[in-house]
Structures are given as structure tokens and as C-alpha cells.
């Protein structure tokens, strides 16, 4: 929070300073992450082979949960954000916006302790046979940063895929599409709704996303045997698509990453840790311009 501090109470000719060196990072950190996937590739034979021992999470899931908790999130937000804008359509545009995100903030920690109960109730082994173990989370942690060096540089290049054809179709001002909430992030310099903002998009989104989207999701589809690739891939898809369509490339490989994580190790945790990189970063890079 500090960092963010700075960098949003900065002038712009400090802010230009240390955009540059967040550059230089940037590249450093591609070009190590480049590395690091090439000798994954190479070891691994392209993935071929890495799973066949991957983990069978053992449950008695309802076929029906995972596809309950996805659209019972989509229509609480629908109907939660249509109700606190009118609610507070006489307030100012940056208090409707914290209307709104506490609303969902709200939501996702009521779905996030449904999900809790239910896996404690339909996995053997409870939360630890879902992947929730605090159990050598310091190795987590560290497999979570190389993966996501690793899966960094061929994100960016998605990125850059898409701008470059934009750019070609529409001409130099085609713009990326922005994500709404770094959109409120940036566009707000209330310190209530920035920090609201922070938290819900690196820290809660991360956990709440992965426990759906790996956690119910990526293992439903397990228990209907497809393999895991096959499984990794499927929800990578119906996760990225309920995204903005434009980063649907870059959210693709982002998210092939953290389901190979998960059924790599067994541990939900590492996903989450990614996706909690992978935020971050995109939030710093942001405010840097």
C-alpha cells in the first residue's frame, strides 16, 4: 500500500523517473520469465507427460454446484449494482462506485465462505482435499512467483498481439480495453474507494475466482473424466470469456497457468498466488502509466 501511495502522490516528472525503471524492470522480468518457461518447455516436453500423476480430488459434489455459484454470482452482481445505483444515484459518481464495489465486495466474501462450507462438507479430507492447506504455503508461494515469471512474457505478448491488430483495423488510436475496476482506480482519487478497490481486485478477486473457477470448476470437470488438460482448458475458457473480450488471449494463457498449477500440485493456494501476481503487477504497471 505504501508503493501505491507513492506512486499516486507522486509528481510527474518522479513518476516519469520511476516509470522508466519500471520499464527496464519489465523488460528484465520477460526476459527472465522467457527463460524460465523455455526450460520448463524443454524439460517437460511441452507439458506432455507433467499431469499424468496429477491428483484426483476425491468428492460428492453436486454436478449442479459449480454452475450454481457462477450464475448466482452474475445475477447478484446484476441485481446488487442496479440497486445500489439507485439508491445512491443522488450521490457523486466516486460514492456510487463504493456503493457498488462494497456491494460486491460483500458478495464475493459470502460466496468465498459457501464455497468454504461446501468443500468441508463434499471433499475427502475436507478443505485440505480441496487444495486449501496452509501446509508448506512458503513453497507455494515461491513455485506461484516463478510460475507467473514464467507465463509473464507470453502474457505480455498476447497484449501486444491485440494492440498490434487494433491498430491495424481501427489505426494508431485504437486503445486496449480497460478493465472497469482499474478503471475506477485510476480514475478516482478518493483514498476510500482506491484502497476498497486494491483490496477487492488483488486479494479478494484472486481467492474468489480460483475457488470457483479451479476449485469447483476445473475438478467438476475432472469428475466427468476429461484429462487434466482437458479440464484446465475448458474452464480457462469459460474464464476468460467472462471477461473483457479483448483480454481474452492474454487471460487464456494466464489462466492455462493456474490450472496446470493446481493440478500440478494439488495446492489451490498456488493459483491463487498467481493471480494475485498477475493483478498486482497489472496495478502497478497501470499507475506507472
Known amino acids: 500500500m505504501f508503493f501505491v501511495e507513492i506512486l499516486l502522490s507522486a509528481d510527474?516528472?518522479?513518476?516519469?523517473?520511476?516509470?522508466?525503471?519500471?520499464?527496464?524492470?519489465?523488460?528484465?522480468s520477460a526476459l527472465a520469465g522467457l527463460a524460465l518457461f523455455i526450460y520448463w518447455a524443454v524439460k517437460n516436453r511441452f507439458g506432455r507427460g507433467t499431469?499424468?500423476?496429477?491428483?484426483?480430488r476425491q468428492n460428492f459434489m453436486p454436478y449442479y454446484l459449480p454452475f450454481a455459484v457462477i450464475f448466482g454470482?452474475?445475477?447478484l452482481y446484476l441485481v446488487t449494482s442496479n440497486l445500489a445505483e439507485n439508491l445512491t444515484a443522488q450521490l457523486p459518481d466516486w460514492q456510487q462506485k463504493l456503493a457498488v464495489y462494497s456491494s460486491f465486495v460483500l458478495i464475493e466474501i459470502v460466496i468465498i465462505v459457501f464455497i468454504f462450507i461446501s468443500a468441508r462438507r463434499y471433499f475427502e479430507g475436507g478443505l485440505s482435499g480441496f487444495g486449501l492447506s496452509l501446509k508448506g504455503?512458503?513453497?507455494d508461494i515461491v513455485s506461484a512467483a516463478a510460475m507467473f515469471v514464467a507465463v509473464w512474457p507470453l502474457v505480455l505478448a498476447a497484449i501486444y498481439l491485440i494492440i498490434i491488430i487494433g491498430?491495424?483495423?481501427e489505426g494508431p488510436d485504437f486503445q486496449m480495453q480497460?478493465?472497469?475496476?482499474?478503471?475506477?482506480?485510476l480514475e478516482n482519487k478518493q483514498w476510500s474507494l482506491r484502497l476498497l478497490m486494491i483490496f477487492f481486485a488483488t486479494i479478494l478477486t484472486p481467492i474468489f475466482e480460483e475457488l470457483i473457477f479451479r476449485g469447483l470448476l476445473q475438478t467438476y470437470l475432472r469428475d466427468l473424466d476429461y484429462s487434466p488438460w482437458q479440464s484446465i482448458f475448458i474452464a480457462s475458457i469459460i474464464f476468460s470469456i467472462l471477461h473483457p473480450l479483448m483480454h481474452l488471449p492474454a487471460l487464456l494463457?494466464?489462466?492455462?497457468?493456474?490450472g496446470y498449477a493446481y493440478e500440478r500440485s494439488g495446492s489451490l493456494l498456488r493459483p491463487i498466488f498467481i493471480h494475485l501476481f498477475?493483478?498486482?503487477?497489472?496495478?502497478?504497471?497501470a499507475l506507472l502509466g
Do not use: H, P
Not at 499431469?51 to 484426483?56: K, S, T, V
Not at 494463457?253 to 493456474?258: P, Y
Not at 498477475?278 to 504497471?285: P, S, Y
Open 167 to 169: 491498430r491495424l483495423i
Open 178 to 185: 480497460q478493465n472497469e475496476g482499474l478503471a475506477v482506480i
Open 137 to 139: 504455503i512458503f513453497k
Open 12 to 28: 510527474s516528472a518522479n513518476r516519469r523517473f520511476v516509470a522508466d525503471y519500471a520499464s527496464i524492470f519489465m523488460i528484465i
Open 278 to 285: 498477475f493483478n498486482a503487477a497489472t496495478i502497478a504497471f
Open 253 to 258: 494463457i494466464l489462466s492455462v497457468c493456474m
Open 73 to 75: 454470482w452474475l445475477g
Open 51 to 56: 499431469l499424468e500423476r496429477a491428483i484426483f
